[in-house]
Structure formats: structure tokens, C-alpha cells
């Protein structure tokens, strides 16, 4: 039976940073947008009231923004041979992240099967455009969303592979059994199988497939 890879995005994917900073860049926003990940990591507000501030300052965001804060992002060198190794072995990878789902949809267009991430409007936003707060992910959702695709292809929970940094990624890595902390902080060092120091995902990869 395959393996279901997940990968976290912000700080993962991306090193040292995130969706929400590369678009705080492209709109003249990094000292708001640092003020809000203070906020956030200080546990003075939770993913929710983040998002929500965000989407207070995404007003001028448009697709332009969009392209060039993803093209932009310093992203991990080898994600695309990862993701094509994978499909090739018969397994699946995808990523589940807390940052907005019209930046983390384009991780398709590179190879993952899947994506899962807060569901914002779409960029360009419609003048009537509002944002449910239910539908932006915590931390816990990244279990959840793994569980339903583990039973999207067919596998469970034993099968699979976390691949993150941070906090947020804590309670995935307790719910799957082999975990890489790839640059990861002290959040995830003690729980991970693996780790990784590095801007290299084909290195990180390599230490689940020898």
C-alpha cells in the first residue's frame, strides 16, 4: 500500500517564511503583517482573528500581487522532483496549510494531488466578497483534513508521512507515525522521527526513503 505525504507550507515549503509575508511585500504591508505574526504566535489571537485582520488588509491584493508573492517566495530547491518521485512510487502528496487557499491552490500546478488551506474569496476579490470565519484551519484541522485524504487514497493514518516546522504542525505529527521537522523550531524537534536543516526538500525526503 502507497504513503500519503504531507507537507506544511509556511516555514516548510517556504523557508523562513510565509504566504501572508510574501504578500505583506508585494503590498507595502511587512510591519503590519509582522505585528499581526507577533499577535499570533503570543497567543493573542488564534487563527481566526489572524485571518481576519489579514483579509482587512487584502483589499488592494490583486492577481498580479498574487503571482509575483508566489513566484517570489524563497521557496525549498527540489519540491517539483519530490512531488514527481512520489507520484512515481505509486504514493500521493499533498499539502495542508493554514494560509490562504488562492496562494496554496497553486501548489497544484507543481505536482501535489491535493491541497488543503483556509478558504478565503477569490483573487480578484468581488467588491461584496466577505470571509467565514468557519472556514479558516487551525491546527487541529491539519488532522482532519489528513483523515479525510487518507480516505480519499485508500490508506490510514500508519501510511503516512507530516512534513512541517512549527507549532501549528504539532498535532499532526502526534497522529501519524513518521514525521520530518524539516527547519524546524523547538515545537516539533522533540516530536519529529526525522530532521532536516537545509533548503534542499529532495535532502529532507531523503531521510523517509534512504
Not at 504531507?6 to 504578500?23: Q, R
Not at 493514518?157 to 523550531?185: H, I, K, Q, W
Request: with cysteine; glycine share 10%; charged share 20%.
Amino acid at each position: 500500500m502507497g504513503r500519503l505525504h504531507i507537507f506544511d507550507m509556511d516555514g516548510t515549503l517556504i523557508h523562513g517564511s510565509s504566504a501572508s509575508m510574501e504578500l505583506a511585500r508585494e503590498l507595502g504591508l511587512v510591519a503590519e503583517f509582522r505585528e499581526l505574526e507577533t499577535a499570533l504566535a503570543g497567543g493573542a489571537i488564534d487563527p481566526p482573528g489572524y485571518a481576519e485582520r489579514a483579509w482587512g488588509m487584502y483589499g488592494r491584493l490583486t492577481g498580479a500581487h498574487l503571482t509575483a508573492a508566489f513566484e517570489g517566495a524563497p521557496w525549498l530547491a527540489g519540491i517539483r522532483e519530490v512531488w514527481a518521485d512520489i507520484a512515481a512510487r505509486g504514493e500521493h502528496c499533498a499539502v495542508i496549510s493554514l494560509s490562504p487557499d488562492f496562494f496554496v491552490r497553486r501548489l497544484l500546478a507543481w505536482g501535489a494531488h491535493a491541497v488543503r488551506a483556509s478558504a478565503f474569496p477569490a483573487v480578484p476579490f468581488a467588491p461584496d466578497a466577505l470571509l467565514d470565519r468557519s472556514g479558516i484551519l487551525v491546527p487541529q484541522s491539519k488532522v482532519a483534513a489528513a483523515d479525510e485524504l487518507c480516505a480519499r487514497y485508500g490508506v490510514s493514518r500508519a501510511e503516512c508521512v507530516a512534513y512541517g516546522d512549527s507549532m501549528s504542525d504539532t498535532a499532526l505529527f502526534a497522529a501519524v507515525p513518521v514525521s520530518v521537522a524539516v527547519n524546524g523550531d523547538h515545537h516539533v524537534s522533540g516530536l519529529a522521527t526525522h530532521t532536516y536543516a537545509g533548503r534542499d526538500l529532495r535532502e529532507a525526503y531523503a531521510r523517509v526513503t534512504g
